[in-house]
């Protein structure tokens, strides 16, 4: 996958802000017992596919095929924090779907537990045995800023913590999004959902 945007040194500085800069990437590939077509039809809900990420707090459109998605952390000490990715899908019909940052999301609020990250995700379809293979592609870019709280500790220290945080959220992110689509896609399959 291509780098989403230049990260600034883990030592920048903005005013009197500290940041981290951290990132992942996870690709994984489902089976679904259903043609291409019903298949992708299930992906093109793009708020509903997003909304089963873990720690997913919301995702909606603001304009047509523009979505944000807000997800929610926790830097360890009981501070809620949530990033937020303003998203562009281009579709494909039948064939893909991908998601690339978008730049032209509403104003966030000036709360200070929220960040802007980068998100980038691709679903390709392709028709197998009795199946449709999704390869879906997730690549997650983001400066987090460092919590007053936390000013104290060393920025490589932080940094360190964060990289480990962010390998086993990517983890656990992918695993919990495939519980829940193929879960999900059953149910909306047989129109339960």
Not at 5 to 30: C, E, K, N, W
Not at 77 to 87: C, E, I, Q
């Amino acid at each position: 996958m291509r780098a989403l945007h230049q990260f600034r040194s883990p030592m920048a500085q903005t005013g009197a802000r500290r940041y981290i800069d951290l990132g992942g990437q996870a690709v994984h590939i489902f089976q679904f017992a259903a043609p291409v077509d019903l298949a992708y039809e299930y992906f093109c809900d793009v708020p509903a596919v997003f909304e089963l990420l873990p720690d997913a707090l919301s995702c909606y459109p603001y304009a047509p095929d523009r979505y944000r998605l807000i997800v929610g952390a926790t830097d360890g000490h009981g501070h809620n924090m949530a990033a937020v990715f303003d998203l562009y899908a281009h579709h494909e019909p039948g064939k893909a779907i991908r998601i690339h940052p978008a730049k032209d999301g509403p104003p966030l609020s000036a709360d200070e537990g929220l960040f802007h990250g980068s998100l980038s995700a691709d679903a390709f379809f392709r028709p197998g045995r009795d199946c449709t293979l999704i390869e879906y592609a997730v690549e997650i870019d983001m400066s987090i800023p460092v919590p007053n709280v936390l000013r104290m500790m060393p920025t490589a220290l932080l940094q360190s913590i964060g990289e480990r945080t962010m390998s086993f959220k990517m983890t656990q992110m992918i695993n919990g999004f495939t519980r829940g689509i193929s879960n999900d896609f059953h149910l909306w399959a047989n129109g339960v959902v």
